[in-house]
């Protein structure tokens, strides 16, 4: 049983660009979150997709954008690239909680993407 | 203001005996709150998740507290291995769908 997969491992990038990122969850999961995690922090909460919507979001600006595919799959893209996005992107896969409000069930992380803006 | 807070400082141990690790948080009211464990350049791997109505959750040699009162988490490693040393993060839902992590405690166990 495949667990959660990242691509790419690495990827640097210059001020300006822009950058996609490619997550698939592991199997049987239907919920996808993405998070920014900077050296000696923890990870910080981008949003995250279900059901192919984005239904909840974190302090990011909207240079940070995703989607959802039929298959659960996702990407983050990050337009006009600051020196400051350079960190490590983490996807974490969950199935959605059916306990109501509150449904974060464990979630499973990649490996994550090493960015780094020059 | 929002916070979750865990001990930036390492927690440097010797082997066999139990490493302890808190996590207080203020201004949340969360349902749920989760331990996970991440090695170098890797993904936070899930370890446990402890109820508001629970106190208390065992597994193995883990184990964690939860009390709503001090808004407090204890995360216990008992018989404590070099093979243990990590960083080990709590997260807690800050609203619907969103975990918030604290900023992870690095535990050191010494042969």
């Known amino acids: 049983d495949a667990g959660v997969t990242q691509s790419p491992t690495h990827l640097i990038k210059t001020r300006g660009q822009q950058v996609t990122l490619r997550c698939s969850p592991k199997?049987?999961?239907?919920?996808v979150s993405w998070y920014q995690q900077a050296l000696g922090q923890g990870p910080q909460f981008i949003f995250q997709?279900?059901?192919?919507?984005?239904?909840q979001r974190g302090n990011f600006p909207d240079r940070f954008s995703g989607h959802q595919f039929p298959n659960y799959s996702s990407e983050l893209n990050v337009n006009a690239l600051l020196l400051g996005d350079s960190a490590l992107y983490l996807c974490?896969?969950?199935?959605?909680?059916?306990?109501?409000?509150?449904?974060?069930?464990?979630?499973?992380f990649g490996p994550g993407t090493r960015l780094t803006v020059t | 203001s929002q916070k979750i807070e865990q001990n930036s400082e390492a927690l440097n141990i010797q082997e066999g005996k139990t490493a302890t690790l808190t996590c207080n948080y203020t201004n949340y009211s969360p349902a749920y709150l989760q331990w996970y464990r991440q090695d170098p350049g890797r993904g936070p791997v899930f370890l446990l998740l402890i109820r508001e109505n629970e106190k208390e959750k065992r597994k193995e040699r883990l184990k964690v507290t939860f009390d709503t009162t001090l808004k407090q988490s204890l995360f216990h490693i008992t018989a404590s291995q070099p093979a243990d040393s990590a960083t080990y993060l709590c997260?807690?839902?800050?609203?619907?769908?969103?975990?918030?992590f604290g900023s992870g405690t690095r535990l050191l166990v010494r042969p």
């Open positions: 997709y279900y059901e192919e919507e984005e239904r």
């Open positions: 974490a896969s969950s199935l959605d909680g059916r306990e109501g409000l509150f449904s974060s069930y464990e979630q499973y």
């Open positions: 199997s049987g999961h239907d919920t």
């Open positions: 997260a807690l839902e800050g609203s619907s769908y969103k975990l918030i």
